[in-house]
């Protein structure tokens, strides 16, 4: 289902929650995260007052990028500057991305009425469902520290690393992806043998 999944981020606590569920459910799905940072330079006050906003990016970005190495997550990562709505679209369609990962609109509400909100704007011009991460988001997807099944699912082709109780939970109400049903010979044993 989800292979390459673009995270965008601009440091703030909402677009850390959707790089770190980027990377949980990259994890879970064995799927390839890229990291994109887009500087407004001289177009938003907030770049404006930045003392060194490509530093910043490079430092966010080798963040996620270690994270990631940590929880064995593919990532890459790209620093670009333009139109945040047209770039993190653009950014989409060249690599082919299947999902989107944006932290919810931050800042006031005279803002958004004024600038709009840019996670608004990619989820109305991608070509890919965006998921909007709010800061008080828990993280999901996480594999359990001690998996025992690996569940691949027929019908959405997502593969997840599961515990007893979550394998008891997909049999009980199918793939927590797509709705399918996740019959018995979905599951391995991690160790081969299958249950």
């Keep these: 289902m989800y292979r390459d999944i673009l995270v965008a981020t601009d440091g703030s606590t909402q677009a850390q929650r959707a790089a770190d569920h ?13 990291a994109l940072v887009v500087l407004t330079i001289g177009l938003t006050k907030r770049d404006q007052i930045r003392a060194d906003p490509e530093r910043e990016a490079d430092e966010l970005l080798a963040t996620i990028k270690e994270t990631g190495d940590e929880k064995g997550v593919a990532v ?23 999902l989107v990962i944006m932290g919810a609109t931050a800042g006031s509400k005279v803002d958004r009425l ?40 027929p019908s959405c082709n ?3 690393t599961v515990d007893a109780e ?20 979905a ?4 160790g081969g043998e299958s249950e």
């Design 76 to 98: 890459t990562t790209e620093t670009r500057t333009g139109d945040p709505c047209q770039t993190i679209v653009e950014v989409t369609t060249e690599r082919d991305a299947d």
């Design 22 to 34: 980027a990377l949980g459910l990259g994890r879970a799905l064995d799927a390839d995260v890229h």
């Design 187 to 190: 599951f391995t044993a991690i």
């Design 158 to 160: 997502s593969t997840l």
């Design 114 to 153: 004024i600038h709009g909100s840019t996670t608004q704007c990619v989820a109305n011009s991608s070509p890919v469902p965006v998921l909007s991460v709010g800061s008080k988001a828990r993280p999901v997807f996480e594999q359990p520290e001690d998996p025992q099944f690996r569940f691949h699912c």
């Design 166 to 185: 979550t394998r008891d939970a997909l049999t009980e109400r199918g793939c927590i992806l797509c709705g399918a049903s996740a019959p018995d010979d």
